[in-house]
């Protein structure tokens, strides 16, 4: 969790901190008290909303051993990891000067994202959900926290809900109440967090990719060889195992292209059958197919200079 590339500028001993502006207190406070309700934090860079470190969602953290060493390097603001938290933000924006308002929302009384919301919600015979923890942004936008429900699909997305709504979810973090950005603070409006409701959790869903069935393909595979079969099944499962939100979908069907791509250097597998096959399988995962694409084909053809050899090669 430590802020890696930089250098320590203060100092802690035991829980007492040294040489601390009267701003970081305050900015280190709000951070421990976001970890005291399990919402796992990181730093971001002084005055701004980016990271200050690489790779946050995995090391964001609730230790406040690990949070008060972190933040007593500088007044750093605060990240909030949402997926890890179990947190789903609506973030509701204002038009920008140069924003081009969509004809669907171009009527009267819609000003905001706020107003949108609001609209959404009369469509959807719901109230306007704003009994829940809230944050004004620097900006003067709004951000509603809700609680993810179990099992949760939902990830980022910027406009799926309507104009001026983003969506903070897993693989995304907001800026945590307590932060300063240019100058300007994120203030909190307590509250306990509510429960995102049904109708935005339809909205926001995305579709389920079809189930894969690989047992026609693996049928015509073990005709002619049930080593490459067995092969081809491991792999394929391996691909199917690495679920959306876990980082490792990319790197893991990278590993199996490489390895059939094994075979097909060894005229074990034809090239198009194990390109089909790991392509059916990413879409099974998630995976937008252009990088899914690219990512098979490397695989292949960095495996392919390398042709396994098979144990009555390896007899011979």
Wanted: hydrophobic share 45%; net charge positive; with cysteine.
């Amino acid at each position: 969790m430590g802020v890696d590339v930089m250098r320590p500028s203060m100092r802690v001993q035991g829980h007492r901190l040294h040489r601390l502006s009267l701003v970081a207190v305050e900015i280190l406070r709000a951070a421990l008290s976001h970890a005291a309700r399990g919402w796992r934090v990181f730093p971001l860079r002084v005055g701004d909303k980016r990271p200050a470190i690489r790779n946050w969602e995995s090391r964001a953290t609730t230790d406040p051993v690990r949070i008060r060493r972190a933040w007593a390097r500088a007044p750093f603001g605060i990240g909030i990891a949402c997926g890890p938290s179990g947190l789903v933000v609506v973030d509701l924006d204002g038009p920008k000067p140069d924003t081009v308002r969509p004809p669907e929302w171009d009527r009267p009384g819609i000003r905001d994202g706020a107003d949108v919301l609001a609209c959404l919600a009369e469509q959807h015979c719901a109230e306007v959900p704003v009994e829940t923890y809230s944050v004004q942004t620097a900006s003067g936008g709004e951000h509603l926290y809700f609680s993810a429900p179990a099992g949760s699909r939902l990830r980022n997305s910027a406009g799926r809900l309507g104009w001026l709504i983003d969506v903070r979810a897993a693989g995304g973090y907001v800026v945590g109440a307590g932060s300063v950005v240019r100058g300007r603070r994120y203030r909190v409006a307590e509250a306990p967090v509510a429960a995102l409701p049904g109708w935005i959790a339809d909205l926001l869903e995305e579709p389920r990719p079809p189930r894969a069935d690989f047992a026609p393909l693996l049928e015509v595979v073990g005709r002619r060889s049930a080593y490459v079969a067995a092969a081809l099944r491991a792999e394929l499962g391996n691909v199917l195992a690495a679920r959306p939100g876990s980082g490792q979908r990319n790197d893991t069907l990278n590993r199996a292209a490489f390895a059939l791509g094994q075979l097909v250097g060894a005229g074990l597998l034809p090239y198009g059958l194990a390109t089909a096959a790991l392509a059916q399988a990413s879409a099974a995962i998630g995976l937008p197919a252009g990088e899914a694409h690219a990512t098979i084909r490397s695989g292949l053809t960095a495996g392919a200079r390398t042709p396994r050899r098979t144990a009555l090669e390896e007899k011979a």
